[in-house]
């Protein structure tokens, strides 16, 4: 089953079911008005959209409208949590080459990430906005694979935290690498170097993605395309230091997880060169090591980046994020 959020008078938009292709949408206000409506009572609901998931795909709803990824917000327009994970072993290695910090024993024994300020989410086209001055942020995308929850209890266990992921997405979370440094210079966690993130149109149940999913990875390479020129294609299975089971039972240690968190997984990396990366700070971490100096520049304004993955037969899972970099109009 493939679920979204189009645009409507709520900021939390309205629930649509997707047939697989992506090309027909299904309100359902009467099973849920919007994704964390019903990630609330996800047992409760999802039997009927299930339903009406068949019954888009089998071409048997006459009123089923035209998806225009351009009405679309991101699949949760708003999370109560997000937590988002440094989990590849290959972006560690590169991030400490930028950053002068060595790996520690802890990297492979616990996981490693950030409760995010993140309250709203951008959809799979809406811009990256800043104001002037673009080059004081030092702005990067990051691509990355995510799920969702519905409530976890305090305490679960790394073996019962797989019942409780309910959708995969993916994700571009921006980072302001610039504003990074400072912050990690200070010791207390990221905020302002973490202003967005944005989600492509389709967030999807396990049983989506067949063999690729296994419970705890998504085994499928994740396509960033920078301006046009793909950036990188590394596989999301390869190279994670913890698997999704982990990360969720990892962030209810100490407290209960509300219905609809967030956990990504963490900048895609793998230790293969011919795949390229899935953010710009990894480039220049190589390019620093064989030439001497970064030579990518972070993104501009007018810079785009669209993320996507594929399924064995080339078909588009999530639909794609695709985002250009804008100026903030003057207040």
Known sequence: MKLGSLKSHSPDGQ??????????????????ATMQA??????????????????????RIGDAIKFDPALALSPLPRSYLVFDASNYLRHHELMGRIYNKPIVGTTFTEPFGYQSGRGILLGPQEDIAFPSNVEMLGIDFEAEVAVVTDRVPMGTSVQDAGKHIKLIMIM??????NLNLRELEKGFGLFLSKPVAGFAPAAVTPDELGPAWDGDKLHLPIISTFNGTEFGRPNAG???????????????????????SIFGGGTVSNHDPAVGSSCITERRALEITRHGEAQTQFMQFGDRVRIEMLDADGRSIFGAIDQTVTRLPSP
């Open 172 to 177: 571009n979370d921006v980072s302001l690498r």
């Open 238 to 260: 390869t190279g994670m230091l913890f698997g999704f089971r982990a990360l969720v039972a990892f962030g209810a240690q100490t407290r209960e997880l509300g219905p609809g």
């Open 15 to 32: 629930l649509v079911v997707l047939s697989r292709d992506l090309q027909l949408a299904k309100p359902v206000p009467e099973i849920a």
């Open 38 to 59: 019903a990630l609330d009572r996800w047992n409760d609901v999802s039997p009927a959209l299930e339903e009406v998931s068949r019954e888009l795909n089998a071409g």
